[in-house]
């Protein structure tokens, strides 16, 4: 997928966010927490046809099926907000970007064994040094990033 973000993997697995996305016909709860996303609809829907096994069995104890089916819309949604989450990351300050930095050099180990660098590396293997440089906290930005 050409246009995937490149700081997906990272959004998918560690990011929160809270939103509130709307059409012309329908509104939205999105809640992600890590892993974890909840979404619910403001009004119940009618067609519920590009929604498979999404739905959560409580009195079974299950949530969803082996495959899900999402709407295209909000693969595209979800892909900008993962864009959207990796552009605060510019906004750090000089002292939190070198926080984050010295992590790494006094926990190597530590690192190497996270869900953050597990989910960087599949970034960088889809997309390159911009899994870098969508939040500058690696290189610097090239042009094409800006």
């Known amino acids: 997928m050409p246009d995937l973000s490149p700081f997906i993997n990272r959004y998918l697995t560690r990011a929160i966010d809270l939103s509130l996305p709307a059409s012309n016909k329908e509104v939205l709860t999105y809640v992600k927490m890590g892993r974890l996303l909840l979404i619910g609809f403001a009004v119940p829907r009618e067609d519920t046809t590009?929604?498979?096994?999404?739905?959560?069995?409580?009195?079974?104890?299950?949530?969803?099926?082996?495959?899900?089916?999402?709407?295209?819309?909000?693969?595209?949604?979800?892909?900008?907000?993962?864009?959207?989450?990796?552009?605060?990351?510019?906004?750090?300050?000089p002292p939190q970007k070198q926080k984050i930095e010295r992590l790494s050099v006094d926990k190597p180990d530590e690192m190497l064994e996270s869900d953050v660098?597990?989910?960087?590396?599949?970034?960088?293997?889809?997309?390159?040094?911009?899994?870098?440089?969508?939040?500058q906290l690696g290189d610097a930005p090239t042009e094409e990033d800006a």
């Open 117 to 135: 660098f597990r989910s960087l590396t599949f970034d960088f293997q889809h997309s390159g040094d911009r899994a870098f440089t969508i939040t």
């Open 50 to 93: 590009d929604w498979k096994g999404t739905k959560v069995r409580v009195r079974e104890g299950t949530v969803g099926d082996d495959r899900m089916v999402l709407p295209g819309k909000l693969y595209n949604w979800m892909n900008e907000r993962a864009n959207v989450v990796a552009s605060k990351l510019r906004e750090l300050s």
